[in-house]
């Protein structure tokens, strides 16, 4: 379930006498009112101006908000993760420079979408020295106009870096991948970052993904987001974790939405081990409540673990996510990314995101935003609202068809076989357009067409790999 804001949670406070008016953006709140939007659509390494353009399709087909890569100065490489080795705080990147950003802000604000910033506050680069890719000379520790040695943290383990993922102290103060970790507790750091963050929200950004939240002490995240000169923004923040001891994921819930990667971890391993049957108490298990959890199917580190992904067969990727987008848990976020063959290749044709308007990637991009199946069921998820899980049916361990009230309904078949059996829908009679392959066009479908009577869909059959959603908003 959608997240409530913070600023019920923290003091308000400014830095500056000067407060922005509050950009017209939907609300990330209960899922309390069908067709508003909440899914956020992660158009990961698009630079500047193709998100702009790619606003205007995200607004007309659901999405009420776009996650987009870090805006800061970073060291040099064709590689993904550049992106998140900060050299300075310019807003100049492989994605564009401070004009860019602001036209596309506003761009996805004409377009009715929110744009989230994947920001960096843990830390700087992770190499020797170098230049950025805006002409900025550093060293590790050494970020000339910026911080200088006394601002990061050195644990004295070998090299720094965390040994010991269950000791607290490493994890916080204890370098990442030999990131050069900020002594966040420190007066001027913490002001340099509250001067970052306070220009991406001059620009109107509707909030940020923390990155490396869980490097972070919740006292210092506590700090930054109370002198925030804007409150009311969504923060997601990233904090890996799968149980066990040391820093825990709900220990950051009182700050924003938190990103649960058990959720991630059990839907890759339930679609590739064929035992979808088990998600049925998924919202059950006492991980992140509802309403603070951001989930995905996969983001840009889990596709290159090994998890589901736009590689995996049996199309067991698109069905996890038509399983997401129905089930009502946290807030969804849908990656888009690219073809890769190297778990370190950068974005394809010069950052500049393209799909074709069949929904397809171009260019060496995927586009699984626009995918039929994802885009028929962000719609599917904006129509059924806060309505309750009900009529789960299980046919095999790999078969699954449940309902969301008296709205929408919806089956999967993850298996080798077609299931074909009777479904208690509990949606009106009549004609309905199946969102997974196409959409309601006037009075006809541009896809399948479902036939509801008595409630019921008799003997009916959904193919091998196959499902099938329908929903009142897409009913003849």
Known sequence: ??????????????????????????????RSTPGSKHVIANL??????????????????????????????????????????VVSYKLQSKRGNADQFRNMVNACKTAGVGVIVDIVWN?????????????????????????????????GTPGNDIQNWSDRTQVQTCELSN??????????????????????????????????????????????????????????????????????????????????????????NAFNSGNIAQLQGLKDKGWLPSDKANVFVVNHDRERGGYLSYKSPSKRYTLAHVFSLAYPYGTPTVFSGYSFSNN?????????????????????????????AIAGMVNFYNKVGSNPLKNWKQGDNNQIAFGRGNVGYVIIN???????????TGLPDGKYCDVITGKKSGSSCTGKI???????????????????????????
């Open 450 to 476: 479902v036939t509801v009577k008595g409630g019921k869909l008799t003997n009916y059959g959904v193919g091998q790999h196959n499902s099938v959603a329908i929903h009142t908003g897409a009913k003849l």
């Open 1 to 30: 379930m959608p997240s409530t804001f913070i600023q019920s949670l923290l003091a308000i406070a400014s830095l500056s006498s000067v407060v922005l008016a509050a950009p017209a953006y939907p609300v990330i709140q209960a």
């Open 414 to 424: 993850n298996s080798d076989n077609k299931w074909k059996t009777t479904f208690t």
């Open 123 to 155: 830390h700087m680069a992770g190499i020797d020295g170098g230049v950025g890719v805006a002409g900025s000379s550093f060293s590790h520790y050494n970020y000339p106009g910026i911080y200088d040695k006394n601002d990061f943290h050195y644990c």
């Open 44 to 85: 990961f390494q698009w630079n500047w101006d193709s998100v702009a353009k790619e606003c205007a399709w995200l607004g007309k087909n659901g999405y009420g908000f776009v996650q987009v890569s870090p805006a800061s100065e970073h060291i040099q490489g064709a590689q993904w993760w550049t992106d998140y080795q």
């Open 344 to 372: 370190d290749d950068g974005a394809p044709n010069g950052n500049y995101g393209t799909c074709n308007d069949n929904g397809s990637g171009a260019n060496g991009w995927q586009c699984q935003h626009r995918w039929a």
């Open 179 to 268: 990131l050069a970790d900020l002594k966040t507790e420190a007066s001027k750091v913490r002001n340099t970052l509250l001067t970052h963050t306070n220009s991406l929200i001059d620009l109107g950004v509707a909030g940020f993904r923390v990155d490396a939240s869980k490097h972070i002490p919740t006292t210092d995240i506590k700090y930054l987001l109370a002198k925030v000169k804007k409150q009311g923004l969504y923060y997601t923040h990233e904090v890996v974790y799968e149980g066990g001891a040391g820093v825990t994921s709900s220990e950051y819930i009182a700050y924003g939405d938190v990103q649960e990667f058990r959720y991630t971890t059990l839907l890759s």
